[in-house]
């Protein structure tokens, strides 16, 4: 079963504003008596904990107290544990950056927790994570253990037609029919010797700016270009018509024409709204992060102690294309 799911990193920060009272008798026991923090970060495999991939730290507040000055926490001392079999093999100390949030259509600056050496996460290795946070006498700390790593295929059922397909080069003149999206280019991940139940997260973003000038790839009702009236919907922080998040538990399996293990997505094509770039970001998750996705609550299951959030990881890349009229 697939969730389409219409929430983002707002929703953590929302589940930090209303922490104390909205969730009732979930976090109205001992466990978050007084201040209720957030910890949330996803680990990549093959890539730092870095601006794109940072950890975060939140704070609680009320309506009348709201402050996103105030919200996020920048003296916590985080630490990041590499643990491979029973020996810590690397530590890695986190350090807060301010992001001005510039590129949000909401200008909300967050302060990120980073690797200034900018160690790579390591696929099949369990990290576990501490942050401890001056005035709060728990430590929060979460683990997750690094999905293998997967490769993701730009023309899985062997086209070979030039400049059509996906490409991870986000500059690619590379071009997908709209109505070829399900049939001629599903999207697939190679899991090497892995057959089994795979847990995945794709998100379809629409890189085009907004303007009067996208048009529909079905239209709506007779009209074919979008209305100045979406331009907020369309620049949203969370899942909209620009960006859909799509979680469900896949199977892995032996494909005999292309000789090799693969999971496979298609009948996405519902979830682009309009022609144009798009970017395609695929990850097989552990279960920290499906859970946090898929359940209800979910900055509740998410795989963090003493704190609301997620602490997951996932391994994965992002394939390009544009989506173009038949």
Known sequence: MVKLYYFGFLILILAAVFGLAACGDNVSGPR???????LSGLLVAGSPVDIENPVYITKSTTLEDFDFSELFVFNAQITIFEING?????????EPVVDPGQNDNIQIPKVKYIDPEARIIQPGLRYRVEANIPGYAKT?????????????????LNQNVACEGYSPDPTSADSIAFTGLDSRYPLAINTGNYTGNLNMFVEIYCMEEFSTDLEW???I??????????????????????RVSIVAKYIARFFPAQNGNYTVLQDFAQAIAFFGRY???IY??????????????AYLNGGVHNALGYFGSAAGGKLYTRVVKP
């Not at 978050?32 to 957030?38: A, L």
């Not at 859970?291 to 609550?297: A, G, N």
């Open 32 to 38: 978050f008596k007084g201040d209720t923090y957030s």
């Open 86 to 94: 029973a020996d810590t093999t690397a530590i890695i100390n986190l």
């Open 140 to 156: 929060i700390w979460a683990e997750t253990v690094v999905p293998a790593q997967v490769d993701l295929e730009t023309d899985f």
């Open 217 to 219: 790839t079905i239209p």
């Open 221 to 242: 009702f007779g009209i074919t270009n979008a209305d100045s009236s979406l331009a907020w919907i369309y620049n949203s922080s969370g899942d909209s018509m620009r």
């Open 279 to 281: 970017r395609f970001t």
């Open 284 to 297: 097989s998750v552990d279960d920290n992060y499906y859970s946090y996705r898929y359940k209800t609550d």
